[in-house]
């Protein structure tokens, strides 16, 4: 059902590709749009076993998208360094395709937005977590993308360097 990748030594492992989805803080989440027309919009995320999570609005074009079409992908930049004189980038990427569906069931929407706010604030105790989501709590949508394929790839300056 996905392609294989064409550059194959650039591939990496499942595990190095999940690191670069643990590490990350953004990534673009790519969905069907109005139309018909790709919409790709760059969002925070955590990455919680073989799910990525995002915080949103009720309302918009991203909500409207997931709502009509379910299959989404998510795209993490690890490494993108310009090498001018090669007239290419050092880079290290990591594509999640999968399901993706608004979060509807409390405890799931609180367990999501938890390890959120675990991810970006992990000195801030559960206390503090607690009241910052109770404070958003009404106007939070929550979405969940299952992860069904991961694809990983670096440059071919990394994959020399490993040999």
């Keep these: 059902m996905f392609r294989e990748m064409r550059r194959k030594k650039q591939t990496l492992s499942e595990e ?6 643990s590490r990350g803080t953004s990534g673009v989440l790519s969905l069907l749009g109005d139309e018909g027309y790709p919409y790709a919009v760059p969002i925070s995320y955590v990455c919680y076993g073989s799910k990525l999570y995002f915080h949103s609005a009720k309302s918009g074009h991203k909500i409207d998208a997931i709502k009509n079409f379910s299959k989404a992908s998510f795209c993490v930049i690890d490494k993108d360094t310009v090498i001018p004189e090669k007239y290419t980038t050092s880079y290290r990427s990591a594509i999640a395709f999968g399901k993706i569906r608004i979060l509807t069931d409390e405890r ?3 367990a999501a937005i938890k390890a959120l706010a675990e991810k ?3 000195e801030g105790s559960e206390d503090e977590h607690n009241r910052e989501i109770d404070k958003d ?3 939070l949508c929550m979405i969940e ?3 069904e394929h991961l694809s990983g790839k670096e440059g071919i300056e990394l994959t020399k360097s490993k040999q």
């Design 108 to 110: 799931e929407m609180r």
């Design 145 to 147: 993308l299952s992860i």
């Design 16 to 21: 190095e590709t999940r690191k670069i989805l």
């Design 120 to 122: 970006y604030y992990p």
């Design 137 to 139: 709590w009404e106007s």
